[in-house]
């Protein structure tokens, strides 16, 4: 998945499988994938369609299928002489043994994802290296497999395998890859739901790594579809290829004591941690979204970043902590004395003012109630004056949601509004820790533990 590759081949529109055209699909690592055509599909269809097919089909000169994945049409021409061309962009290619012409056979029996950190992560080896009075004693053992629980739709395990195991008279090379794998209890699943599953554990690995993982491989079997060698049947197999980031590729793998959190911190109740945090990908999926977001978009930095994560934290409170200023039977009772004193002619006004989150938390409420409850040290050394940091994400927020002069002076910007973003990520991230099962002492331990990590926010 890491690999530009380009295959050439013949290719059609499962709705006019005879109208077959020349081509070649192109994947770059970083743009993603484009099919480039000696023609062009029926121009009834690609009307009918608006220039946009969920599939297009490909065979290619090695007897591999390709299924192409949600595709648009980038650019058309026909010249003089009435030589057509067409060029595709795709958001999935899908590689393999069989080719699929609709949405509804786009199902798997598993689904397993190496992922960038992953080994690093785990931490587990089969490698043993002893040295001797003659020598070293190289020996490697497979680990077995580590299971684990998400949900009641599938099984889940790390699975440990090795490649480039490439012995000479005068070196031995040998690669531990571990791999994140699905398997439905149904027996299959649709792809998109397998990917969901894949980048939900992505975006874990993300959070732990603090930097954004990405997938290295994605390998895809389905139980059904068989092929056949010598008389036996074989289940079939894919590739899955999409964009990545190029900066993203240009990161080196983390040593074990350079993870937010690694495996072994949660190890002995890593099952209700990653049940935990699937089931908060659904509930606070804004949430979370907003959160990955700072990790996926590393380019730069904008007052547009700030406010995605106050929004978070934000929505964090308001779906998680308490909602309600007071209860909700005094606040109704509340209202109706205020309604039953104001002037006739201007219910219509006041009830709009009052009866719609009049009874919420304020967002210096949230922002103080989350500063509070996460008073640790760390916490204590980035953000020594806690008033002080609920005021300037107040003021700052308000400014860049509605850009009134008047209240300009009191936003923080440039480097600082930096500095105030990365302090507004941690206290989301301790939040979200902490909603996925870790305690609020392991929290203050794992912070402690990075405090080199934010040494710049702290405050002499």
Not at 17 to 42: P, Q, W
Not at 52 to 80: A, R
Not at 327 to 334: F, L, Q, S, T, V
């Amino acid at each position: 998945m890491r690999d530009n590759f380009s295959h050439k081949g013949i290719w059609y529109i499962p709705a006019n499988s005879e109208e077959e055209i020349y081509g070649t699909l192109y994947f770059d690592v970083d743009s993603g994938a484009r099919l480039e055509l000696h023609g062009n599909f029926s121009s009834n269809l690609s009307k009918q369609n608006g220039d946009y097919f969920d599939i297009i089909v490909g065979k290619l000169s090695s007897g591999k299928g390709v299924t192409l994945y949600k595709c648009w049409e980038n650019s058309s021409s026909t010249n003089n002489a009435g030589y057509a061309t067409s060029v595709w962009g795709i958001s999935i290619v899908i590689i393999g043994d069989a080719i699929f012409e609709t949405l509804e056979e786009l199902r798997f029996s598993s689904a397993e994802m190496a992922c960038h950190n992953l080994n690093e992560w785990i931490g587990t080896t089969g490698i043993n290296i002893e040295r001797n009075d003659g020598g070293y004693d190289i020996r490697y053992s497979l680990p077995d497999k580590i299971s684990f629980d998400i949900d009641n739709n599938v099984n889940a395990h790390f699975g440990f395998s090795v490649k480039n195991l490439n012995p000479s008279r005068f070196s031995v090379s040998l690669n531990q890859l571990v791999s994140f794998v699905i398997e439905p209890l149904q027996g299959d699943m649709h792809f998109d739901d397998l990917l969901k599953y894949l980048i939900t554990f992505q975006d874990f690995l993300t959070l732990c790594s603090y930097e954004t993982s990405y997938p290295i491989r994605i390998h895809l079997q389905n139980n059904v579809i068989k092929w056949t060698f010598n008389g036996k049947e074989y289940p079939t197999h894919f590739d899955v290829h999409y964009a990545i980031s190029a900066k993203s590729l240009s990161q080196r793998p983390r040593t074990i004591r350079e993870f937010l959190v690694n495996y072994k911190d949660v190890e002995g109740n890593f099952d209700r941690v990653l049940k935990n945090w699937y089931a908060c990908s659904k509930d606070i999926e804004p949430v979370i979204n907003l959160l990955m977001e700072t990790f996926y978009r590393v380019d730069r930095f904008d007052e547009n970043r700030f406010l995605n994560v106050a929004q978070a934290l934000e929505t964090f409170h308001r779906r998680k902590r308490k909602n309600d200023v007071i209860p909700d039977d005094e606040h109704r009772n509340r209202l109706k004395e205020i309604m039953s004193v104001i002037p006739s002619g201007h219910e219509d006004f006041a009830r709009g003012r009052l009866c719609f989150h009049s009874n919420e938390p304020t967002l210096h409420t949230r922002l103080a109630d989350l500063v509070e409850e996460f008073n640790i040290e760390t916490f204590a050394k980035i953000l020594p004056d806690r008033l002080a940091f609920v005021k300037d994400v107040k003021n700052s927020r308000n400014y860049y949601t509605h850009y009134d002069e008047s209240t300009k002076s009191k936003a923080l910007k440039k480097k600082d509004l930096f500095g105030l973003t990365e302090k507004m990520k941690l206290l989301l991230i301790a939040a979200v820790l902490k909603e996925v099962g870790f305690s609020l002492d392991l929290i203050e331990s794992l912070f402690k533990r990075n405090e080199y990590r934010f040494r710049n926010l702290q405050v002499e």
